[in-house]
């Protein structure tokens, strides 16, 4: 018996230290983040990486970020993952540029289309691993805009904002 | 009454001297509209008459406008018989044609044709004229001069006469009337200040004498206005309203049935209201103005400006149908939004002036539900039916120019709203300008205020919507451009000042009471003076100075739609290229940041391409000026400028391979404008760009694996890079080599393996790149 509760305990505890994967955000606040919210690739290597937003209850025509990470480590592809289900919908126009260690974003549906409200996946993003090391995808909050159907800027109050945890090994 | 048959004497000739079949048969001294010269140009003319049976050379002939009888002369030209000739007196001699070297003044003078002597042919000496209408003699050549529609160059019709109603007499403007009140009580001033204060502005009689002529008994008086009133409250000289059939029903004087006596708080200058009121009137249903001296009981209380009080009287002037709702907007501010389908919530900001006892506000709240909430691509078709959009444009420009703050643009007063049904518009009519020309600031740059960047706008829709509709823009930029050059231009303001100035120095001396000193009203003409605790009111003539020069440089800014980056008039695919030439360019924001469609003007940029590069507006141009691209994809607008689309020349676009190229990459999607851009990018470069880029760098599983002759190998890189491919065999030693440090494209690529030169075995093969290496394993089997 105790060896079983000892047993048990290890397994309670291994499994509250397993890396987390990304789950669907349990506070109702609406939310900027990427899933996985961690990623490990290895050098040389490239995984993908999803920019999301949850719980948009006011609707969204485009938005622009721009997101910071650390060149020497990590690399991002100049293109977007093209079989990705967009809230911004097939007849988008996205927009991706490297600029040293910074990814300019901005994506926009075209006129005529309605405007997105809830959770979706904005983009997904190519990572390729370039030298061992822990860095973060970061998305500047002051820089993240989002624009209704009239191109003019919405405040999403409450947003919520996280970071993707990179690990090259 | 012998002071209108004088007035009329001078308003219509007098002297008149036939000659040899010549006169003067017509003429229009006030041309703002009506026909243009050769040159475009609106000036004055003068039409000439030969009443006899044989042609008349004019050799020898002479026009005049003072007694200099020869001051310009008729070159070698000759008037068939019952011909008329036009002679443009522009002071433009250098114009081809008939122009003279002086120019008519509306406010009246003289004009003389002489012959050889020189000898005085015809003359007439003539009173103010209206605007765009000119005097001609009807009959032809013998009769009389009456106000007439013109008959420019042609025989001068009966039906085109029109008779000027009478009060004009009251606003004659060339001399300064005399109004003398007798008060049945002898402590009128309390009993005015009791009426106006305690007992909701109630009337008080009074006897009024006018001109020393005309006696009315029994007017109503009372004092008016609201800051004019309190800034002048421990004054004697307060403004006043007379109400001339208060008592008695059908007493008017000359036909009016109110009138305004204003005191000129807030213009040491006492001609704002004056020259306002003129500026106006060339453009807008505008009150006439006059100047008098107030007295009671032949005691001066000061000189006042006349202005004509805005109602059924006024409005038949300018409207077939005077009987329709007159609006004015409240003290509050009136900003013409749409408050829902309550009368009630209209009442507290508007009041009705006529049609009181129908009271219904209907067709207003109407107006304004449509004024706010038509969409932009109907606003012009839509409200041309509801509103005069000529006049509300008109009355933008004028508040501008003159920066009048204290009215629609500005405060939300001082302005009415008529609603002429026969029409079936609303006509906006300016009120209330003795703090134009800058002395109500409302916290803007008076000499600087942005003509289209405006900050009130999302608080007054009809300004708004004007700003927004390309087309009402730029016919508001023509009429600013037509008022600041003429009628509001320095030159103009201080011509009127200079007439003005000695028709009222006197009597401003003389008024004791005046709100400022004497040496304030000398000096406010030309200058800012400082009045009332440091309170700055600009000078008439530096403000119109400094303000038309601060236009003038407006003028010449540039519009911006955002999206369309190349200015060609639409949003489409080749929008995409300035933003990637022009990437992290920077030059001046905008006034606000917006991808709005509607035209937004700002100062040049040195690198003017890279401006409309600037979707947004905010002074950088990166991605998130695509956004307006995609907000705006396929609109339209007329262009103003130059278009900058990029000439696809060879030249040009190898010049700018690499920006393409970063383009075309930073573009993802397969939507419909991604799929237009990225063809005519690929399309620049021979397809070069349309190779699939994949997005993971990888070496996939030979197949078939294992083989016995050929294998194919694929891998995929994401970027330009070199790659190496070996293969080895079980002990690690090279065997083959198929790709060798070769630099390659981002893309899929396949390797077809000879397998003859290997012996049967397991064998590793190898991708060596910038991102690394990746093995995979393969069998031979012979």
Known sequence: ?169 | MKYPVIIFLVLFGWGILFGQGLTINEFMADNLSTVADQDGEYDDWVEIYNNSDAAISLSGYYLSDDDNLTRWAFPDTSIPSHGFLIVWVDDDVNQVGLHTNFKLSAYGEAVNLSGPGPVLVDSVSYGPQMTDISSGRYPDGTGSFRYMYPTFAAANLGDQIIFPDSSQYVFNDSIVHRFNLHFYTPNWRDSLKHYFEDLDKKYFPAQLIFDDSIILDSIGVRYKGNSSYTLSRNTPKKPIKFNFNKYRDSQTLYGLHRLNLHNSVSDPSFMREVIGYNIARRYLPAPRTAYANLYVDGELIGLYVVVEQIDKIFIRRYFENNACNLYKAGNNGAGLTYLGENQGEYESLYSLKTNEDENDWSRFIEMIDKLNYTPSRNFVDTMCKWLNLDGCVRLLAFNMVLSHFDSYTGSGRNYYLYDDMDAGRFNIIPWDLNESFGVYTGGWDVFAQDLTNISNLSQRPLNRRILEDDSLQQVYLDYIAQMSAGPASYDSVAALTARLFPLIDSCVLADTNKLYTYQNFIDNIDNDVYVDLRRLIPGLKSFARIRNDNIAVQLTYKTVFPGDTDNNGLVNELDILPVGLYFLTTGTPRFKISNNWQPWRLPAWDNLPAMYADANGDGVIDERDIIAIGVNWGNTHIVSGRSFTIDLDDSFIEKYRGNFETIYGSLSGASAPIIAMKALLDSLFDGAFSRPTPSIFSLDQNYPNPFNSETIIEYSIPQNQDVTIIIYNLLGQEVSRPVNNQFLEAGEYQIHLDGTILATGIYFYRIKTDQGDIVRKMTVIK
Do not use: W
Not at chain 1, 7 to 18: D, E, R, S, V
Not at chain 1, 65 to 82: A, E, H, P, Y
């Open chain 1, 1 to 169: 018996m105790k060896s079983f509760r000892l047993i048990a305990m290890i397994l309670i505890l291994t499994m509250m230290g397993c890396s987390k994967k990304s789950t669907e955000p349990t506070s109702a606040n609406p939310k900027l983040s990427f899933a996985p919210s961690t990623i490990g690739i290895s050098s040389g290597y490239s995984a993908q990486v999803r920019l999301r937003i949850d719980n948009f209850s006011q609707p969204i025509f485009a938005a622009s970020f721009r997101i910071d990470f650390n060149g020497s480590k990590i690399s991002v592809s100049d293109s977007l993952v093209s079989d990705i289900e967009s809230i911004f919908g097939e007849n988008s126009i996205s927009f991706i540029r490297i600029d040293s260690s910074v990814i300019h974003l901005s994506l926009t549906r075209i006129q005529g289309e309605g405007a997105f409200s809830g959770s979706g996946i904005i983009c997904g993003m190519i990572l390729t691993g370039l030298e061992s090391g822990v860095c973060s995808l970061t998305i500047r909050q002051t820089e993240s805009y989002f624009y209704d159907i009239d191109g003019n800027i919405v405040t999403i109050n409450n947003l919520e904002i996280s970071p993707a945890i990179v690990t090259v090994n």
